[in-house]
Structures are given as structure tokens and as C-alpha cells.
């Protein structure tokens, strides 16, 4: 099935990428999509994602644990915030 | 209703203002604003810009739970934020927030909490344009220290 | 050069606002502001207007003091405080605080203590017309705590 | 010597005046200047201004204490102040 992949900010400058659309199995989590991400991206050019300070939104809202996606799902990867 | 914005535009404080006044009732004492602006120097660095992005849908998101946060806290007659995205040059206004209360403490205390956590919990990324090159702006020891602040500090601070 | 005016016209935020930018340099990167209004109501009593009485010369002294005793505590910019007086229907501005700082702490401090100390130290006097009579204001002990509260706050949050 | 002494808000309107000139010896401290005020204004109709939350400054300075007036000192009675 079919997800896609936001990056915003520093990310999407470290990687030269700001969207992707990744191919995982139904249900796949926290590791299946890093594992396709490198797959699809390169083991070197994906450190800067893994980064401790680096959260995952699932279709707009943080997990900090493990998920299991569905198809269709929006994953974002978001450097730390700061506004105002 | 409360108003939130994220928008490219730049923003009036007196519009904004006068929008306030107009909703904000019969029993409104008290009115406080804030405006953040890009600072055109920091120290001896010379800083030249802002660019601010977002994440449509969460950004709102994020700072809609903000404002719900500030009217469990305090009574508040009318809230307003507005963000702006995009590249803002030095000297930029780059957010607002307006806040209308019976009483002085209550505006104050709202103002000031939604400003500081617009700072650790808003979904925006700033980075600073600077003579020295391009910084992604992270939130300081700081802001993390004032947004906990508000977990212990007391609530309505109506009389 | 900070501003303090006591008057009987009205003011309006944006030009305050506007002036307060043009001064505060490039350093500049927060501006808190607060308007105080004549509540229509207080509770189910009604309130028609504010009669506002001052002592030219030793007003204007007290609100320097206060906003001296701010610069002292915080670092700041720019200040403008403009204080009505005379008659004022419900609804009204009565009070206007403006505060330019490097960073937020400084200004919400500053705008909130010089509110504060206005409360408590300011030389003015207030009759409320309500439906039910007139009646001489005075500060509530919540305003005084409020100015006490300061006396071992800490000062300038700058970091 | 002459003195001006003024009255405020409330203070204002219970004496129902708002200024009046005393005369008072040279150096006339606290109790002489509210004696010369009693004469002027009648016993009954001082006693808002003697009230404990009334201050007194001379030459717009509140005086806490005792004071020694001299010559066309303003003298202001201020019932209990707030602004904002």
C-alpha cells in the first residue's frame, strides 16, 4: 500500500526532498517505514530523520510510540518546532 | 469565537484591535497585545530575515489547543492569534496575539502563556537570515522553562 | 525618550504603536501592549461612565517614577504610557501601556509591573456612575498584593 | 504667611471646595496647619480630611511625617489614589 512522506524545514533541506510516496505492507510500523525510507532514500542520506530530536506526525498528529499505517496515510517528519 | 490565522500577509494591529473591542462585550476591562517582530540584530550579527514554514492543518491545529489551554486557565471574553509564514525581512511584524478580560491579570496571564507556548508547541520551523550565514532557530533552555512554569502556576487570578 | 501623557482626548493604539516602532531601534523584537476600558457593567450592577480626576504635576511625577522603577528592573527600549482623565462613558479607553523589549520576558513584565503600579501609585482618583449611584474607586487589596508581589520578583529575564 | 491648600475628589466634594488660602505662622508644622484648617472650615466639616487614608503633600510631595511650611506652600489633601 501506498503512504506519503512529508518533510518540513531542515529536513526537507538536508534530503533535497519535501514529499515521497512509499511503497510498505499494510499495518507497517515505526521500523518497516524507516527501513523503506532508507531503502528508498540511502542509508547515508537518511541520518539526519533519525535524529533523536526529529518527531513523526501520522496524518497531522505526533506518535511517540510505535503505529501501524494504513494506506492513504500522511507521514510527516518534523525537526523541532518553535513559533511566535 | 476566537480567531487563529496563519497567513503570509502582514497583519494591523488596529484592525485586529477594533475586531476585539467589537466582540469582546460589555463586562471587557482589559486588553492586552503582543506583537513579536524580526529583530534586526542580534548582539553584533546582523540579521536580514526570517523564513517561517508550516505544516497546513497542524499548524492551526497546535495552536487552536494553545488558546483552548488559555480559556481553561483564565476567563476571557476573546482571544486572537495571527502567524505569519513565509520570508519576512528585518524589522517584520511576525505574530500577534490579543487578548480581552474583565480584569488586568487574567488578559496579562493569557497574553503571555499563548506567547510561550507558540514557542515550544506551535508547528512552525524560523530560520534566521544572518550576515553569517542561514541558522534554523531552535527554542532555548528558556522557553522550555517558561512553558513549565505555567504547568505549576495558579490558574483565574479573578477577585 | 519614553512617552507619558495625561489627557483628556482619547488615544489610538495604532498611532501609539506605530510612534513606539519608529523609536525602538533595531534590537527591537517584542512589543506588549495593554488598554484599560470603562466596563460597562460590573456583575449585574450597570456603569454609565468614569469621572477621572488628577493633580497636573504630581500625576504625571508618580507615573515617571513607575516607569523609571521599570527600566531600572528590565531592559527595555521604549515605554509610552498615556492616562485619561475627566469624564468617560462606558466603553471608553481610559489607559494606555506600550513596552519595546529585545525579548518577550522584558516587555509582558514591564507592561504588566507598570499596570500594577499604576493601580496603586498613580495619582488619580475614580468615580464610577453606575445605575445604582456614584462611587469613589478605590485599589482592592488584590491590587496591592499585586504591587507587593513585585518587590521580590526577580528583575531582568533577559538571557 | 499665606498657604494654599487644595482639596481632591472625594475630599472635594464633602468640604465642597476645591482650594483655599490659610494663614499659618512661618514653620507651621502638621497640628498647626489642621487647626488653622478646623477655624477656617468648622470642626464638623474637617473630619473627612483627617480621616487615616487621607495623605498630605506639600509642593506635590507627600510628607509622611511632620513638615515646617513656608511661604505659598501648596498643600493638597488626597483621598486614597488608583489609576489604570
Known sequence: MKVNVLFFASLKEDLGVSEIELDVSMLAGRSELLSALKNELGTECVAPVLEENVSIAINRRIEKGDFALKDGDEIAFLPPITGG | MDVIRVQ??????????????????????????????????????????????????????????????????????????????????????IVLVVVASTHRPDAFAACEFIMDLLKTEAVFWKKEIRSTGEIWIKSTAGDYDRRDGWENAATSSMK
Do not use: N
Not at chain 2, 494553545?66 to 525581512?89: F, P, T, Y
Open chain 2, 8 to 93: 503570509a500577509e502582514d497583519f494591523t494591529l488596529a484592525t485586529e484591535y477594533k475586531a476585539c473591542t467589537d466582540v469582546a462585550g460589555r463586562d471587557c476591562g482589559a486588553i492586552a497585545t503582543f506583537v513579536g517582530l524580526v529583530r534586526q540584530a542580534d548582539g553584533d550579527t546582523q540579521v536580514t530575515g526570517l523564513h517561517l514554514e508550516h505544516y497546513p492543518g497542524m499548524t492551526e491545529a497546535s495552536i487552536e489547543k494553545i488558546v483552548e489551554d488559555a480559556r481553561q486557565r483564565w476567563s476571557l471574553q476573546h482571544i486572537r492569534v495571527i502567524h505569519r509564514i513565509g520570508e519576512l525581512s528585518a524589522g517584520s511584524q
